[in-house]
């Protein structure tokens, strides 16, 4: 059974900093594409970025690109978003989700495993 677990959410002020986490069982993240997405309220689910791990790529929604880095540890079985100057409009519920494409995209459409989802707020 496949089961992805974030971590670390939580209440930070705008310009702060937060880092989050995405543990896997039952699958091995450097076999897939592995994603994170978020969710505000009365909002459709946007991808913010994702990475292959054994390929060494990265790739990050405009929106968070230079605030946010994605990583992997393969030991671990673990992905991390480590997010910087959050602003307010970087609060949600935040996803992660295992692609098993081996596509580099941002679509949700193409994840196919979730997590339960970790909220981060960000007070102005």
């Known amino acids: 059974e496949v089961q992805l677990v974030e971590s670390g959410g939580g209440l930070v002020q705008a310009g702060g900093s937060l880092k989050i986490a995405c543990e896997a069982s039952?699958?091995?993240?450097?076999?897939?594409?592995v994603g994170w997405f978020r969710q505000a309220p009365g909002k459709e689910r946007e991808g913010v970025s994702c990475i292959s791990i054994s390929h060494d790529r990265t790739l990050y929604a405009d929106s968070v690109a230079g605030r946010f880095t994605i990583s992997g540890d393969s030991a671990k079985n673990t992905v991390y978003l480590q997010m910087n100057n959050l602003k307010p409009e970087d609060t949600a519920v935040y996803y992660c989700?295992?692609?098993?494409?081996?596509?580099?995209?941002?679509?949700?459409?193409?994840?196919?495993?979730w997590g339960q989802g970790t909220q981060v707020t960000v007070s102005s």
């Open positions: 989700a295992t692609n098993p494409y081996y596509s580099m995209d941002l679509d949700p459409s193409t994840y196919d495993q």
């Open positions: 039952g699958v091995i993240f450097a076999k897939h594409v």
